[in-house]
């Protein structure tokens, strides 16, 4: 047995796939609200609004006098398990073999949540609680958080803290724990072009638009060959670096190497400093292309009627969701391709707590202690996340630690967590609240 490992089975076993129809949100969020009330926690509530997923609200006060809080940000659903045959066990069961956790959800986040309730847990017995603890559970995290702002504008009074410890994180490639200070902002959209109700004979090429080679045309003015985003005014307002950060860029370390043999990369980095580019540069990725046929085999000789392109930017402070939006339209209209339609926009904005917050300064050198192993500072995630809509509400730094290693899958197949992470996870925390409380 481990700490809170019957929760655990029982969490994972829940399937609160938000991108599926059928799923077990509300079923998921009512566990929840259920076990917390078992654990004695206070003011529990399922918070609802009427464009959200229900969330999960829960209190659990300081066992000595503390006027700091500290608020916890998780979320139960997950992402879907398929492809299926590429788990080598059940996804939705909590499989445990040579050390290591499986199942989906164990580190992004269900394992996060039961490896700090086990934290809180031990401090308690010990009658040495020395902070007051909320959680905030929301159930739409694996959509983009599209309507998270409208829940916490509407119970903004619950979550005001001094500190908040984020969904994710974990140990890097070298096996540093990673202490990730933001977010990059995401930017996802869809570019769509047609020429005919139907695809048509391919021999028509020779008089007529084919959508997919208009499509592709259009992607190439976006960004070049050289890997570099060419949409005018894109890179005129991110904020610069202050010395601190400019010192935590220059010390991030990421090796490409390492991860390109675990993830099975064939190519080369484009960039000669990987690390800082993870961190600090705006990237524009194509998340998928679609156009005529698509079955197998090549002897369906057709001129698509339609093309479809699927797009996301990661941006760094200083840009906005709105203007980048604005500067891809613009860009496509300058370049003759007014005819391409952009659609179906999701955005997250950017943020990064000040490393030279005490309480920032005071989490990584408890991190220190608890990770000999060393630690690995981040100005933010190379990834985006609701992190701004939380320091909106209360202006409380966001760092994001946690149980995850370099080879998790989070998100595909074989999740997993090691189980002498997440112990140690579980003791930086008995470290960290202590410390917080002292400052």
Not at 267 to 277: L, S
């Amino acid at each position: 047995m481990f700490p809170q490992e019957e929760f655990l089975t029982r969490y994972l076993a829940l399937q609160s796939v938000s991108l599926h129809a059928d799923n077990q949100i509300q079923e998921t969020a009512e566990f929840l609200r259920q076990h917390f009330e078992q654990i004695g926690a206070q003011n529990v509530q399922i918070l609802t609004t009427k464009v959200t997923n229900p969330a999960v609200y829960a209190e659990i006060p300081a066992q000595v006098p503390s006027t700091v809080t500290v608020l916890f940000y998780n979320h139960y659903d997950v992402q879907p398990a398929e492809p299926l045959d590429l788990w080598e066990s059940d996804p939705f069961t909590l499989t445990q073999k040579d050390g290591v956790l499986y199942g989906r959800g164990i580190n992004d986040d269900k394992g996060e949540l039961a490896a700090r309730l086990a934290a809180i847990q031990d401090l308690r017995d010990a009658g040495q609680l020395p902070v007051n603890v909320k959680f905030l559970i929301e159930g739409a995290e694996e959509q983009g958080s599209p309507n998270l702002p409208v829940l916490l504008d509407q119970y903004r009074d619950l979550l005001a803290a001094d500190f908040c410890i984020w969904e994710s994180g974990g140990k890097d490639e070298s096996g540093k724990m990673k202490v990730s200070l933001g977010v990059k902002g995401g930017v996802a959209f869809q570019l769509d072009v047609r020429n005919a109700d139907h695809d048509l004979h391919s021999s028509l090429a020779a008089i007529t638009v084919n959508p997919a080679w208009r499509l592709v045309q259009a992607l190439a003015t976006l960004k070049d060959a050289n890997d570099e985003i060419t949409i005018p005014g894109f890179l005129e307002e991110i904020t610069p670096l202050t010395a601190t950060q400019k010192q935590i860029v220059a010390d991030s370390e990421f090796d490409y190497d390492a991860y390109a043999q675990n993830v099975g990369l064939t190519h080369a980095a484009t960039v000669a400093d990987p690390a800082a580019a993870l961190v600090a540069k705006p990237s524009l990725t194509i998340n998928g292309l679609s156009s005529g046929y698509e079955g197998p085999g090549t002897g369906k000789m057709v001129l698509p009627h339609a093309a479809s392109a699927k797009l996301d930017l990661r941006i760094v402070p200083g840009q906005t969701v709105a203007h980048t939006v604005a500067l891809v339209r613009a860009a496509l209209d300058a370049n003759g391709y007014q005819d391409i339609v952009l659609s179906k926009v999701l955005g997250e904005p950017p943020f990064r707590s000040d490393p030279d917050h005490p309480l920032v300064q005071t989490a990584l050198a408890t991190a220190k202690q608890a990770y000999p192993e060393g630690v690995a500072v981040a100005l933010n995630s190379a990834g985006s996340g609701p992190m701004p809509y939380f320091y909106a509400i209360n202006h409380a730094p966001i760092i994001s630690v946690g149980v995850a290693n370099a080879n998790s899958a989070a998100h595909g197949p074989n999740e997993n967590v090691v189980l002498a992470d997440y112990m140690q996870f579980i003791t930086y925390l008995k470290l960290l609240l202590p410390a917080l409380a002292a400052k």
